[in-house]
């Protein structure tokens, strides 16, 4: 073993994950309090004039310090509060709400630092981490490169052996959220000059143990959307690296951030979900105070259908994030399958969103008065929600690789068993989350299509859902024997459009099944209007409008229940996701 790196200590099991209660979220919100206040150091006010300087907002990093956000990145074993990956993107969403760039710049980047370590890391390495975190202090995931963009196998910065045999570090990392302000860093150097996969590792680097002459930052990079996120890269120069330094075994980089990825790929677009969530209630707000034709401009037939259709895709993005969060818990060998299908498809549904507000608004989208700058704002943000971190294409590619095998033995009746309920139930206790349970290959097993299949059999003919649960497992037939032939040079990175448009077809199917097992395991007592089958129906249609299955609108009997329930959530001031909780967003 390398003297640079350390044996991953003894993991303590974690904890049974209890239900949630939702106090995190609601404790937050109120601190938050109500962002059209303009005296409110966090309202909308001091949000836009943030954004305007390309600035963090200050008083809003000061609420989430007091608050303790941190300890939600930190497991429970640690000393934190991460016990439920789907009650940590509550958490977040929250902030995502009032500021997507509090929770990139403040949160979801200390977050993606700590699984690698999580995952991978030595005991003193995870107990050094979480002392750092739950201190207050920042971390920061310097994966990028702008040569190479995503594909980590051509990662250039290198850790190879100086002459008195520590690690030294050559090269530069660019685009990172927090570089310049984190204190620690978990930095993806390639350890050995020969390519493959096992050339790579990851270390955990405190920015003290650094010598100064040896690192130098670069400029800030601005941005278009989340301008007050703070971007920076850094250049090392023959920069020695302290002993015990590499994140498990050295060659593990790639194993460890793939491991990793099937966390923070379901947690990220969880996230933003919040930003529609204020997105669709600025537009909503901004059409009701707007007259048109003598009337509101929201009472118009073809505002109602792009706001209830909204609507509709924000719960169809949360209902299958939701459902591979908990999957995290309940079948974490498979979570990566799951992962990559949701940062393929759902970042897509939450931009389209957003562009179709914007058209609501009309030409007045381009003032800067009323509801528009914020909705500016938000429209910016939203979009590197498709390529930060993993991009649409990346994440197809991982699930293209693994396709053929699932569809030969995955999807065979009685080959997998189905996903556990409480998957599909938020008010459930979970199994810890265990980090090292997670697995670069689900090893062609897919309990969640399975799950699909199981749950069709058992509906009940009458069930309104039954006959999209037959449709979907014909399609998911018809997947298997198109997929099971393909021959392997049909899967790696020249891979046709053909064996891409495969995977957009199997993402369709878990998030269809993600939809109808939401329905049919759905507990007695639920929320208005989660009992109106109604719902998941228009779930399933506009998951079709965006495969590409259709282009028709919601039909009249699905529109106006769910137009109802998004005009009651108003109202009432409530979170337009499955939660429904109060917000003052």
């Given at each position: 073993?390398?003297?640079?790196?350390?044996?991953?200590?003894?993991?303590?099991?974690?904890?049974?994950?209890?239900?949630?209660?939702?106090?995190?979220?609601?404790?937050?919100?109120?601190?938050?309090?109500?962002?059209?206040?303009?005296?409110?150091?966090?309202?909308?006010?001091?949000?836009?004039?943030?954004?305007?300087?390309?600035?963090?907002?200050?008083?809003?990093?000061e609420l989430l310090t007091a608050y303790g956000?941190?300890?939600?990145?930190?497991?429970?074993?640690?000393?934190?509060?991460?016990?439920?990956?789907?009650?940590?993107?509550?958490?977040?969403?929250?902030?995502?709400?009032?500021?997507?760039?509090?929770?990139?710049?403040?949160?979801?980047?200390?977050?993606?630092?700590?699984?690698?370590?999580?995952?991978?890391?030595?005991?003193?390495?995870?107990?050094?981490?979480?002392?750092?975190?739950?201190?207050?202090?920042?971390?920061?995931?310097?994966?990028?490169e702008l040569d190479h963009g995503n594909d980590?196998?051509?990662?250039?910065?290198?850790?190879?052996?100086?002459?008195?045999?520590?690690?030294?570090?050559?090269?530069?990392?660019?685009?990172?959220?927090?570089?310049?302000?984190?204190?620690?860093?978990?930095?993806?150097?390639?350890?050995?000059?020969?390519?493959?996969?096992?050339?790579?590792?990851?270390?955990?680097?405190?920015?003290?143990?650094?010598?100064?002459?040896?690192?130098?930052?670069?400029?800030?990079?601005?941005?278009?959307?989340?301008?007050?996120?703070?971007?920076?890269?850094?250049?090392?120069?023959?920069?020695?690296?302290?002993?015990?330094?590499?994140?498990?075994?050295?060659?593990?980089?790639?194993?460890?951030?793939?491991?990793?990825?099937q966390l923070t790929r379901v947690a990220l677009?969880?996230?933003?979900?919040?930003?529609?969530?204020?997105?669709?209630?600025?537009?909503?707000?901004?059409?009701?105070?707007?007259?048109?034709?003598?009337?509101?401009?929201?009472?118009?037939?073809?505002?109602?259908?792009?706001?209830?259709?909204?609507?509709?895709?924000?719960?169809?993005?949360?209902?299958?994030?939701?459902?591979?969060?908990?999957?995290?818990?309940?079948?974490?060998?498979?979570?990566?399958?799951?992962?990559?299908?949701?940062?393929?498809?759902?970042?897509?549904?939450?931009?389209?969103?957003?562009?179709?507000?914007?058209?609501?608004?009309?030409?007045?989208?381009?003032?800067?008065?009323?509801?528009?700058?914020?909705?500016?704002?938000?429209?910016?943000?939203?979009?590197?929600?498709?390529?930060?971190?993993?991009?649409?294409?990346?994440?197809?590619?991982?699930?293209?690789?693994?396709?053929?095998?699932?569809?030969?033995?995955?999807?065979?009746?009685?080959?997998?068993?189905?996903?556990?309920?409480?998957?599909?139930?938020?008010?459930?206790?979970?199994?810890?989350?265990?980090?090292?349970?997670?697995?670069?290959?689900?090893?062609?097993?897919?309990?969640?299509?399975?799950?699909?299949?199981?749950?069709?059999?058992?509906?009940?003919?009458?069930?309104?859902?039954?006959?999209?649960?037959?449709?979907?497992?014909?399609?998911?037939?018809?997947?298997?024997?198109?997929?099971?032939?393909?021959?392997?040079?049909?899967?790696?990175?020249?891979?046709?459009?053909?064996?891409?448009?495969?995977?957009?077809?199997?993402?369709?199917?878990?998030?269809?099944?993600?939809?109808?097992?939401?329905?049919?395991?759905?507990?007695?007592?639920?929320?208005?209007?989660?009992?109106?089958?109604?719902?998941?129906?228009?779930?399933?249609?506009?998951?079709?409008?965006?495969?590409?299955?259709?282009?028709?609108?919601?039909?009249?009997?699905?529109?106006?229940?769910?137009?109802?329930?998004?005009?009651?959530?108003?109202?009432?001031?409530?979170?337009?996701?499955?939660?429904?909780?109060?917000?003052?967003?």
């Amino acid at each position: 073993m390398s003297p640079t790196a350390t044996a991953p200590g003894p993991v303590p099991r974690p904890p049974v994950a209890g239900a949630p209660t939702g106090e995190d979220t609601d404790h937050l919100e109120k601190l938050f309090a109500d962002a059209g206040d303009p005296a409110n150091p966090v309202g909308r006010v001091a949000v836009l004039a943030a954004d305007g300087r390309g600035e963090m907002l200050q008083a809003g990093e000061e609420l989430l310090t007091a608050y303790g956000l941190n300890a939600h990145f930190v497991p429970t074993e640690l000393g934190g509060r991460l016990s439920r990956l789907d009650e940590l993107v509550r958490v977040l969403r929250a902030v995502y709400r009032r500021d997507p760039c509090l929770g990139l710049g403040y949160g979801a980047g200390s977050f993606m630092a700590a699984v690698n370590v999580w995952t991978a890391g030595s005991a003193r390495q995870r107990a050094l981490l979480a002392r750092q975190l739950l201190s207050g202090g920042r971390a920061a995931c310097a994966y990028h490169e702008l040569d190479h963009g995503n594909d980590l196998t051509r990662a250039a910065l290198t850790a190879l052996p100086g002459p008195d045999g520590r690690l030294r570090l050559n090269g530069r990392k660019e685009v990172v959220a927090n570089l310049r302000r984190a204190g620690t860093m978990v930095l993806f150097a390639r350890t050995d000059p020969a390519k493959g996969n096992r050339s790579h590792s990851q270390l955990l680097l405190r920015a003290e143990d650094l010598p100064a002459d040896a690192v130098r930052h670069l400029d800030r990079f601005t941005t278009v959307g989340m301008r007050g996120v703070q971007l920076g890269g850094v250049e090392f120069t023959d920069c020695p690296v302290p002993e015990g330094s590499v994140v498990g075994r050295p060659g593990q980089g790639v194993e460890t951030a793939l491991r990793s990825f099937q966390l923070t790929r379901v947690a990220l677009p969880g996230m933003t979900v919040g930003l529609v969530d204020t997105a669709l209630r600025t537009a909503l707000r901004g059409a009701r105070g707007r007259t048109l034709y003598g009337g509101r401009a929201a009472d118009l037939a073809l505002s109602r259908s792009v706001l209830t259709e909204v609507f509709a895709d924000l719960l169809l993005a949360d209902t299958f994030t939701m459902v591979a969060a908990r999957a995290a818990h309940t079948a974490p060998a498979q979570a990566g399958v799951y992962a990559s299908a949701v940062k393929a498809l759902v970042p897509i549904v939450l931009i389209r969103a957003v562009s179709r507000l914007s058209e609501l608004l009309g030409s007045q989208f381009y003032l800067r008065d009323g509801e528009q700058p914020l909705f500016q704002k938000l429209l910016r943000d939203v979009q590197p929600s498709a390529f930060g971190h993993a991009s649409r294409v990346s994440c197809q590619s991982a699930l293209l690789a693994q396709l053929p095998l699932t569809a030969r033995r995955g999807w065979r009746s009685g080959a997998a068993a189905p996903l556990p309920v409480d998957t599909f139930r938020a008010d459930r206790p979970l199994p810890g989350l265990r980090f090292t349970d997670l697995a670069v290959s689900a090893a062609g097993r897919d309990p969640l299509a399975r799950s699909l299949v199981t749950g069709t059999e058992a509906a009940d003919p009458e069930d309104p859902l039954t006959a999209s649960g037959r449709a979907w497992c014909a399609e998911l037939a018809a997947l298997a024997e198109d997929a099971s032939g393909l021959a392997p040079t049909l899967i790696g990175p020249d891979a046709s459009p053909y064996a891409f448009g495969l995977t957009t077809r199997w993402t369709g199917v878990l998030a269809a099944s993600a939809c109808l097992n939401t329905w049919w395991c759905r507990p007695d007592a639920t929320t208005p209007g989660a009992a109106d089958p109604a719902v998941p129906l228009a779930l399933l249609h506009r998951l079709g409008n965006h495969l590409d299955r259709h282009r028709d609108p919601l039909p009249r009997h699905l529109a106006e229940p769910l137009h109802t329930e998004l005009v009651r959530r108003f109202d009432a001031g409530l979170t337009f996701d499955l939660d429904s909780r109060p917000t003052g967003a």
